[in-house]
């Protein structure tokens, strides 16, 4: 889609801080996370929502962020993760993506490139 944000970013054409790619996903951080070490994984082709997406992307992304989501605790020195996607008018986005969220009722209290660091 021509002014997704997301489709820029998958197309090179916004700059992102890449944490996680393969052939049909890209893991970035937040530019405006909820908490320290908020990653979103996105699929390459634009799905607007949960509804349009294909059952395959979605299993997919499920067992990435389940590979995922143990390394970043460990990197991070977090003991929790949350894992979700809206729909509806809580999608800001409308590209579907998953959020993972580290410690979700923490405050993000250090720079998003201090993170960026620790999860390379």
Excluded: W
Aim: with cysteine.
């Amino acid at each position: 889609m021509k002014d997704c944000i997301f489709c820029k970013i998958i197309n090179g054409e916004s700059p992102c801080r890449k944490v996680y790619e393969d052939d049909l996903i890209l893991g970035i951080m937040d530019i405006d996370p909820f908490c320290d070490g908020h990653i979103l994984l996105i699929p390459k082709k634009h799905y607007t929502d949960m509804m349009e997406l294909d059952e395959k992307i979605l299993t997919h992304i499920n067992n990435v962020a389940k590979k995922l989501t143990p390394i970043i605790m460990q990197k991070l020195g977090k003991v929790s993760m949350t894992v979700s996607y809206n729909y509806g008018e809580k999608q800001k986005v409308k590209h579907f993506h998953m959020h993972l969220l580290p410690n979700i009722d923490d405050n993000p209290q250090e720079d998003v490139e201090n993170i960026y660091q620790k999860l390379q």
